[in-house]
Nanobody
Framework: QVQLVESGGGLVQAGGSLRLSCAASRHIFSFNAMGWYRQAPGKQRELVTSISTSGRINYADSVGGRTTISRDSAKNTVYLQMNSLKPEDTAVYYC?????????WGQGTQVTVSS
């Protein structure tokens, strides 16, 4: 049973920064890719960023230049650094991992950006 546990969400003012963490219950290189999604109220879940085992990274246009995904294989953790946060970044942020058999999700962490 794979577990992904997010942390680091909270309330921040516009222009501020947050770093989210996603701790995996198995080695992060056992997944084909890991990433972050977000879901705002009344909207569909959308990709924020992803990183493959080889290190290829994708960013959504809406967060490009303000967001960095990174990982620490020794801690089996993936991070999402978000800077210059905007009220429209308010959402529940979910960690995601995929291997050849399944896709896994964390429970989500709330990020609220006040104007």
């Amino acid at each position: 049973q794979v577990q992904l546990v997010e942390s680091g969400g909270g309330l921040v003012q516009a222009g501020g920064s947050l770093r989210l963490s996603c701790a995996a219950s198995r080695h992060i290189f056992s997944f084909n890719a890991m990433g972050w999604y977000r879901q705002a109220p009344g909207k569909q879940r959308e990709l924020v960023t992803s990183i493959s085992t080889s290190g290829r990274i994708n960013y959504a246009d809406s967060v490009g230049g303000r967001t960095t995904i990174s990982r620490d294989s020794a801690k089996n953790t993936v991070y999402l650094q978000m800077n210059s946060l905007k009220p429209e970044d308010t959402a529940v942020y979910y960690c995601n991992a995929a291997d050849s058999w399944s896709t896994y999700w964390g429970q989500g962490t709330q990020v609220t950006v006040s104007s």
